[in-house]
C-alpha cells in the first residue's frame, strides 16, 4: 500500500533544505572522488597523520621505501638528469634566457615536486611550449638584448603567477576548468607550436645572426630568407650543422673545445658560471607597463602547464593500473613554480619526454625526481662551465627531434576518422598557432569547443521510443523493428531543461506530436497520451517548468494528457516546489514506463468501452 506521501511508488517527500542541496552539489563539484573517504570512522590522532599524508605525499611515501626500490630510481634519475641538461640548456635559448637558467630550473623544481606530487612518473622539467609562449609575451613589452635583467625578471614573474594560479586552481578543487581544454585542442596547439618551434631552430641550425621574435610560420620563413646570406660566410665547417642530429651534447662540448670551433664561426652557449640558484626576489616585477603581458602569460602557461602535466601524470599512471588526483598535482605544480621563481628558475612541468624516458627507465617512485635534482646539483657546482662549449646548432637539433615528435599526425588521422568536429578544433589550433599566434590559435580551438558544447546544451537529444519486448524500450531511429504503442507517444529527453534549451525543448516535443498526428499517421495513431521519460533529465531550472507548463496547456487543447516517468530527485523537488506536480496531478506520475502504459492502456479501453455505449445508446 502506498504511503500519504507516494503513489504509484513515486517519493513525493519534501524537498531538501537549501543548505542540503547546496552541500550537495559542492560535493559533487569540488570532491567527485571523495579525496577524504579514508579520514571517516578514524580517530583524531589518525585523521591528523593521513591529513598530511594525502596534502604531502611524501610522508606517505618515504617511511615505506626501501632500498631495493633506490636502484631503479637510481637509474632513472641519471637518465633523466642526462637528458635534462641539454634540454634546459636548449629551451632557456629558445627563451633567449641565459642558459644557466635552464639548469637552475631542473634543479629546484624536481625537488619541490618529490614533496607535494602525487605521481611516480612524471619526471620534472622546463618546456618548449611555455618557453615560447612567455618570450613572445614578454618580448612585446623589452627585448632580451636590451635589458636582459628586466626581461629574466619578467619570466620570473610569469612563473610567479603560474604558480600561484595553479595553486589556487588545486587548493579551492576547480580542476574541472582545465577540461576545457579539449584533446583535440591540446593535439592541435601542440603541434602548431611544434612546427614553429622547429622553424624556430632555422636560426641556430643555419647560423643566422638576425632573426625575427615573430612565432608565425610567414614571419619566420621571411626571416630565413631576407637573412639567407648570412649561411654562406664560413661554408668549410657548415658541415657540422647538417650532422648536429645524431651529435650528443658532449661530443658536440669536445669538438668545440678541441677545434676551437667558434673561431670558424660555429655558435656555442657561452660561459657557464658555476654555482646554486641565488634568489630571484628582488627580480620580480609587478611594476603596471609590464603587469598584462606577465599576466596573460601566466595564465596560459598556467593552463598549458597543468593541463599537459595532469595528462600525461595520468597516461602513465593507468599503465600501472594507479590513479593521480589531479587536484593535488595542480597544488604540487603551483608550489614547484612559486618557489621556482624565486629561484632563478622559470616555468616548469611534466614533459612527456622526460616522463617517458623516466618510466622506460623504471622508476619506482618520486624518488627519482630527487636523484634527478642532485646529479642537477653537481652540474652545477662542478660541471657547468664545461658545457658553455655546446654548439647553438646542436641545442636546435635536440630541440627540433624533441618537438617532431610532439606533431602527433596519427592522432590527427583518428579525429578526421572518428569525429570531424574534433578534427576541425584540432586543426584550428594547428594552424591557427602556425600562421596567426599561439594565443589566438589556443582561442580559436577553445572557442570552438565551447561553441560544441554550447550546442548539446542549447539543442539536447530526444527520441521517440518504441518496444522490442514488453520491457524494452529503444530509440525507434536505431531500431527501425520497434512497435509503437496505440494512443500514446513515449519520447525520452536525454540532457537537463535549463533557460538556453527550454524554448527547443517544448518546440521539439510539440513537433514529435505534430508528426505523429499528421494525414498519414492519424487513421494508425491518434495520440492520447504523451510519455515523457524523465530519466535522462538531471536537473531543472524556472525556465525548464514554466516550460513544461506551456507544453501541458498546448497539449490539453489538443486533449493529450502528458505524463511523467521516473524525474529524478533534484528535478521532482523543483517540481514539488513549483507546485507542477499539483498542477499535472501525482496520478500522471509513474516510477516506471511500463506501469505507465499499463494505466494509461486501461484508461484507453475504458473510454474507447464508454464510447462504444454511447454509440450504442444513441
Same mark, same amino acid.
Given at each position: 500500500?502506498?504511503?500519504?506521501?507516494?503513489?504509484?511508488?513515486?517519493?513525493?517527500?519534501?524537498?531538501?533544505?537549501?543548505?542540503?542541496?547546496?552541500?550537495?552539489?559542492?560535493?559533487?563539484?569540488?570532491?567527485?572522488?571523495?579525496?577524504?573517504?579514508?579520514?571517516?570512522?578514524?580517530?583524531?590522532?589518525?585523521?591528523?597523520?593521513?591529513?598530511?599524508?594525502?596534502?604531502?605525499?611524501?610522508?606517505?611515501?618515504?617511511?615505506?621505501?626501501?632500498?631495493?626500490?633506490?636502484?631503479?630510481?637510481?637509474?632513472?634519475?641519471?637518465?633523466?638528469?642526462?637528458?635534462?641538461?641539454?634540454?634546459?640548456?636548449?629551451?632557456?635559448?629558445?627563451?633567449?634566457?641565459?642558459?644557466?637558467?635552464?639548469?637552475?630550473?631542473?634543479?629546484?623544481?624536481?625537488?619541490?615536486?618529490?614533496?607535494?606530487?602525487?605521481?611516480?612518473?612524471?619526471?620534472?622539467?622546463?618546456?618548449?611550449?611555455?618557453?615560447?609562449?612567455?618570450?613572445?609575451?614578454?618580448?612585446?613589452?623589452?627585448?632580451?638584448?636590451?635589458?636582459?635583467?628586466?626581461?629574466?625578471?619578467?619570466?620570473?614573474?610569469?612563473?610567479?603567477?603560474?604558480?600561484?594560479?595553479?595553486?589556487?586552481?588545486?587548493?579551492?578543487?576547480?580542476?574541472?576548468?582545465?577540461?576545457?581544454?579539449?584533446?583535440?585542442?591540446?593535439?592541435?596547439?601542440?603541434?602548431?607550436?611544434?612546427?614553429?618551434?622547429?622553424?624556430?631552430?632555422?636560426?641556430?641550425?643555419?647560423?643566422?645572426?638576425?632573426?625575427?621574435?615573430?612565432?608565425?610560420?610567414?614571419?619566420?620563413?621571411?626571416?630565413?630568407?631576407?637573412?639567407?646570406?648570412?649561411?654562406?660566410?664560413?661554408? #668549410?665547417?657548415?658541415?657540422?650543422?647538417?650532422?648536429?642530429?645524431?651529435?650528443?651534447?658532449?661530443?658536440?662540448?669536445?669538438?668545440?673545445?678541441?677545434?676551437?670551433?667558434?673561431?670558424?664561426?660555429?655558435?656555442?652557449?657561452?660561459?657557464?658560471?658555476?654555482?646554486?640558484?641565488?634568489?630571484?626576489?628582488?627580480?620580480? #616585477?609587478?611594476?603596471?607597463?609590464?603587469?598584462?603581458?606577465?599576466?596573460?602569460?601566466?595564465?596560459?602557461?598556467?593552463?598549458?602547464?597543468?593541463?599537459?602535466?595532469?595528462?600525461? /601524470?595520468?597516461?602513465?599512471?593507468?599503465?600501472?593500473?594507479?590513479?593521480?588526483? $589531479?587536484?593535488?598535482?595542480?597544488?604540487?605544480?603551483?608550489?614547484?613554480?612559486?618557489?621556482?621563481?624565486?629561484?632563478?628558475?622559470?616555468?616548469?612541468?611534466?614533459?612527456?619526454?622526460?616522463?617517458?624516458?623516466?618510466?622506460?627507465?623504471?622508476?619506482?617512485?618520486?624518488?627519482?625526481?630527487?636523484?634527478?635534482?642532485?646529479?642537477?646539483?653537481?652540474?652545477?657546482?662542478?660541471?657547468? @662551465?664545461?658545457? /658553455?662549449?655546446?654548439?647553438?646548432?646542436?641545442?636546435?637539433?635536440?630541440?627540433?627531434?624533441?618537438?617532431?615528435?610532439?606533431?602527433?599526425?596519427?592522432?590527427?588521422?583518428?579525429?578526421?576518422?572518428?569525429?570531424?568536429?574534433?578534427?576541425?578544433?584540432?586543426?584550428?589550433?594547428?594552424?591557427?598557432?602556425?600562421?596567426?599566434?599561439?594565443?589566438?590559435?589556443?582561442?580559436?580551438?577553445?572557442?570552438?569547443?565551447?561553441?560544441?558544447?554550447?550546442?548539446?546544451?542549447?539543442? @539536447?537529444?530526444?527520441?521517440?521510443?518504441?518496444?522490442?519486448?514488453?520491457?524494452?524500450?529503444?530509440?525507434?531511429?536505431?531500431?527501425?523493428?520497434?512497435?509503437?504503442? @496505440?494512443?500514446?507517444?513515449?519520447?525520452?529527453?536525454?540532457?537537463?531543461?535549463?533557460?538556453?534549451?527550454?524554448?527547443?525543448?517544448?518546440?521539439?516535443?510539440?513537433?514529435?506530436?505534430?508528426?505523429?498526428?499528421?494525414?498519414?499517421?492519424?487513421?494508425?495513431?491518434?495520440?492520447?497520451?504523451?510519455?515523457?521519460?524523465?530519466?535522462?533529465?538531471?536537473?531543472?531550472?524556472?525556465? /525548464?517548468?514554466?516550460?513544461?507548463?506551456?507544453?501541458?496547456?498546448?497539449?490539453?487543447?489538443?486533449?493529450?494528457?502528458?505524463?511523467?516517468?521516473?524525474?529524478?530527485? $533534484?528535478?521532482?523537488?523543483?517540481?514539488?516546489?513549483?507546485?507542477?506536480?499539483?498542477?499535472?496531478?501525482?496520478?500522471?506520475?509513474?516510477?516506471?514506463?511500463?506501469?505507465?502504459?499499463?494505466?494509461?492502456?486501461?484508461?484507453?479501453?475504458?473510454?474507447?468501452?464508454?464510447?462504444?455505449?454511447?454509440?450504442?445508446?444513441?
Amino acid at each position: 500500500m502506498s504511503s500519504p506521501k507516494s503513489l504509484h511508488g513515486v517519493n513525493y517527500a519534501p524537498p531538501r533544505s537549501f543548505k542540503t542541496v547546496l552541500k550537495a552539489n559542492l560535493k559533487e563539484t569540488l570532491f567527485p572522488d571523495d579525496p577524504f573517504y579514508e579520514f571517516k570512522n578514524e580517530k583524531l590522532s589518525k585523521r591528523i597523520l593521513k591529513g598530511i599524508q594525502y596534502f604531502v605525499p611524501i610522508c606517505q611515501w618515504l617511511p615505506k621505501y626501501k632500498f631495493g626500490l633506490f636502484m631503479y630510481d637510481l637509474l632513472a634519475g641519471i637518465t633523466i638528469a642526462s637528458l635534462a641538461i641539454p634540454q634546459g640548456i636548449s629551451y632557456a635559448k629558445l627563451a633567449e634566457l641565459p642558459p644557466i637558467i635552464g639548469l637552475y630550473s631542473s634543479f629546484v623544481p624536481p625537488l619541490i615536486y618529490a614533496i607535494f606530487g602525487s605521481s611516480k612518473h612524471l619526471a620534472v622539467g622546463t618546456v618548449a611550449t611555455c618557453s615560447l609562449i612567455i618570450a613572445e609575451a614578454v618580448q612585446h613589452k623589452v627585448k632580451p638584448e636590451d635589458n636582459m635583467e628586466l626581461y629574466v625578471g619578467l619570466f620570473y614573474t610569469a612563473a610567479l603567477i603560474s604558480g600561484l594560479l595553479q595553486t589556487a586552481l588545486g587548493v579551492l578543487r576547480l580542476g574541472f576548468l582545465v577540461d576545457f581544454l579539449s584533446h583535440s585542442t591540446i593535439t592541435g596547439f601542440m603541434g602548431g607550436t611544434a612546427l614553429i618551434i622547429c622553424l624556430q631552430q632555422l636560426k641556430g641550425m643555419l647560423g643566422l645572426k638576425h632573426f625575427t621574435s615573430r612565432t608565425d610560420v610567414y614571419h619566420v620563413l621571411r626571416a630565413v630568407i631576407e637573412n639567407r646570406k648570412e649561411r654562406k660566410k664560413k661554408p #668549410n665547417l657548415f658541415w657540422v650543422s647538417a650532422i648536429s642530429p645524431i651529435l650528443v651534447v658532449v661530443v658536440g662540448c669536445l669538438f668545440a673545445y678541441f677545434f676551437n670551433a667558434e673561431k670558424h664561426g660555429i655558435a656555442i652557449v657561452g660561459k657557464l658560471n658555476k654555482g646554486i640558484n641565488p634568489s630571484s626576489i628582488h627580480l620580480i #616585477n609587478f611594476s603596471p607597463e609590464y603587469l598584462p603581458a606577465v599576466v596573460k602569460a601566466g595564465i596560459i602557461t598556467a593552463m598549458i602547464a597543468i593541463a599537459e602535466g595532469i595528462a600525461i /601524470g595520468r597516461s602513465f599512471a593507468i599503465m600501472d593500473n594507479e590513479q593521480i588526483d $589531479g587536484n593535488k598535482e595542480m597544488v604540487a605544480i603551483g608550489l614547484m613554480n612559486i618557489v621556482g621563481s624565486l629561484t632563478s628558475c622559470y616555468l616548469s612541468t611534466g614533459p612527456f619526454s622526460k616522463t617517458a624516458v623516466n618510466y622506460n627507465a623504471g622508476c619506482k617512485s618520486q624518488m627519482s625526481n630527487v636523484v634527478m635534482s642532485l646529479c642537477m646539483l653537481l652540474t652545477l657546482l662542478f660541471l657547468a @662551465p664545461l658545457f /658553455g662549449y655546446t654548439p647553438l646548432v646542436a641545442l636546435a637539433a635536440i630541440i627540433m627531434s624533441a618537438m617532431i615528435g610532439l606533431m602527433d599526425y596519427e592522432k590527427a588521422v583518428h579525429l578526421y576518422k572518428t569525429d570531424k568536429f574534433d578534427f576541425l578544433i584540432c586543426m584550428v589550433a594547428f594552424f591557427g598557432v602556425a600562421f596567426i599566434s599561439m594565443d589566438m590559435g589556443l582561442i580559436l580551438s577553445v572557442g570552438l569547443a565551447l561553441i560544441r558544447a554550447l550546442l548539446y546544451v542549447a539543442r @539536447p537529444p530526444t527520441c521517440k521510443l518504441g518496444t522490442i519486448t514488453n520491457t524494452a524500450f529503444r530509440d525507434i531511429e536505431q531500431y527501425p523493428g520497434s512497435n509503437e504503442t @496505440p494512443g500514446m507517444l513515449i519520447l525520452k529527453l536525454g540532457s537537463p531543461i535549463y533557460f538556453p534549451n527550454s524554448n527547443y525543448v517544448r518546440e521539439r516535443i510539440l513537433r514529435w506530436v505534430r508528426d505523429e498526428q499528421s494525414l498519414e499517421n492519424s487513421q494508425r495513431n491518434e495520440i492520447e497520451y504523451l510519455l515523457l521519460d524523465f530519466g535522462g533529465v538531471t536537473s531543472i531550472d524556472i525556465t /525548464g517548468v514554466e516550460t513544461l507548463k506551456e507544453l501541458r496547456r498546448c497539449l490539453a487543447a489538443k486533449s493529450i494528457k502528458i505524463i511523467l516517468i521516473n524525474p529524478r530527485l $533534484g528535478v521532482m523537488e523543483k517540481l514539488i516546489a513549483t507546485k507542477f506536480i499539483d498542477l499535472l496531478g501525482k496520478e500522471s506520475v509513474f516510477l516506471t514506463i511500463e506501469e505507465a502504459i499499463e494505466n494509461c492502456s486501461f484508461s484507453l479501453n475504458s473510454s474507447s468501452q464508454a464510447k462504444r455505449e454511447d454509440l450504442e445508446i444513441a
